[in-house]
């Protein structure tokens, strides 16, 4: 089990990742409807119209497509659900970034069908 010290340190570290991918980092609303049935860890909002949004998972093994798909399925699904409401006129990104034993952190752009690794982070 990881420790509540250790998770915010990787959010902390995750934030600067963020805003090193070009995001400006907004706090997620938490008292909408979709708040409470998708909880995001992160929002990042590049000029006016583009979102990214954000779930972030500790591993405790090596990280790889197959892992992913079985360790963050349900966070998966919810990204999609997110991606299948209408967002307005804002397009949106959704990612699972997992943070692997060595303490690199693995970004997986979610997609309606598809999970793909869009970048990697090591120390």
């Not at 963050?72 to 692997?100: A, H, M, N, T």
Request: a neutral charge.
């Amino acid at each position: 089990m990881i420790t509540q010290s250790s998770f915010h340190a990787m959010k902390n570290r995750s934030v600067k990742l963020l805003e090193s991918r070009g995001y400006e980092p907004v706090q997620p609303v938490t008292d909408s409807f979709l708040s409470r049935f998708i909880p995001l860890h992160f929002i990042g909002m590049k000029g006016e119209y583009e979102a990214l949004c954000v779930k972030l998972r500790i591993a405790q093994r090596s990280v790889n497509d197959t892992y992913i798909e079985s360790f963050c399925r349900f966070d998966i699904c919810q990204l999609r659900l997110l991606l299948s409401q209408s967002p307005g006129d804002v397009f949106l990104r959704c990612e699972v970034w997992v943070v692997s034993p060595t303490n690199a952190i693995h970004c997986y752009e979610v997609n309606p069908t598809t999970i793909q690794e869009v970048a990697l982070y090591a120390r």
